[in-house]
């Protein structure tokens, strides 16, 4: 493995436990029920990076006595959601991972023969995952198919447009890290609403311009002057993630209620792991599995 994929930190590992433990629930579930067995599973990784992640590995003190005879590019090699999906028993019928990065791509590629059993079943696709995926909500015979499907942007990537097409299908469960620290709460500026560019792409990722009203109230201000009108930033993580989940609620057939916060090592909220579930029929029991997968 040439390229290297640093990113995340132990919150990485609880995000990617958790939705192993889904797609293994999922695949079990699916196999044992006769009516789904009828059904072609898909699982779709639409931000897929490598298959695989690396992070610089730590000196241990004694090891660092002798810095010298050590391997600075030394790296810890970590498992990615396209791999561990791959690793899922009962296995998914077929699996698609979009990646927007040419290097990344080349990466991916190299799971066809890691897990070569698998390799027809394994489609790689090179593109925007906001494009693609529509198109692909679009074209797919939801009578035949199901899909988990799971959003891993590093930021601001995933459009609304692209939450209601998934939800539209009416067969796709969605895990999605929501960027509620990494950027949603930093546009929400204090002293002010946002500067148009950010105003836009709130309004892009939320599908509503709703977020001003929730988070923000004007008010008078008295001051030694007179009086002065202001605009106050009202929102805070628990808002900001209870009207995302209402967002959620207004497409999909049953949503998590408990968002899972992952935080950095200072104890930072980064982003929030939701689920969601499209399919009426399935998507109580879904929702269940999900919320006790998410418990922290
Ligand atoms: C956080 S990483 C994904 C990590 C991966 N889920 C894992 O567990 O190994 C996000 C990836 O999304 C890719 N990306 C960013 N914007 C994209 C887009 N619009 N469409 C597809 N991929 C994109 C980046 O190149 C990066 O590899």
């Known amino acids: ?78 498992k990615g959601s396209a791999w561990l999906a791959l690793e899922v028993k009962p296995s998914f019928q077929k699996y698609i991972f979009i990646e927007q990065n040419t290097a990344h791509v080349k990466e991916l590629q190299k799971l066809q023969t890691i897990f070569s059993g698998k390799q027809d079943n394994i489609q790689i696709i090179q593109s925007d995952a906001n494009n693609w995926l529509q198109d692909w909500c679009r074209d797919t015979d939801w009578k035949t198919h199901r899909a988990v499907v799971f959003l891993d942007p590093y930021g601001m990537q995933v459009e609304w447009k692209l939450i209601e097409a998934l939800a539209k299908t009416k067969a796709i469960d969605l895990w999605l890290l929501f960027p509620i620290g990494v950027a949603v709460n930093r546009l929400l500026t204090k002293g002010g609403k946002p500067p148009l560019v950010w105003e836009q792409t709130l309004t892009r990722v939320f599908g509503t311009e709703d977020w001003r009203d929730n988070f923000y109230s004007e008010k008078t201000e008295t001051t030694l002057f007179g009086d002065n009108d202001v605009t106050v930033k009202e929102a805070d993580f628990a808002k900001i993630g209870e009207f995302f989940v209402n967002r959620l609620k207004t497409v999909f057939s049953e949503v998590a209620e408990n968002p899972l916060p992952l935080r950095n090592s200072q104890n930072t909220i980064l982003y929030l792991l939701c689920f969601a579930a499209g399919n009426p029929t399935g998507a109580k029991t879904a929702v269940r599995i999900a919320q006790h997968i998410l418990k922290p």
């Open 1 to 78: 493995m040439k390229t290297s994929h640093t990113f995340g930190g132990d919150w990485t590992e609880q995000k990617l436990e958790r939705l192993q433990k889904y797609l293994k629930a999922y695949t079990t579930i699916f196999t044992k029920n006769k009516r789904a067995q009828k059904l072609i599973p898909i699982y779709v990784d639409a931000f897929a990076g490598t298959g695989y992640r690396t992070k610089p590995l730590q000196l241990t003190e004694s090891l660092s006595l002798f810095e010298e005879f050590t391997e600075p590019e030394v790296e810890n090699f970590l």
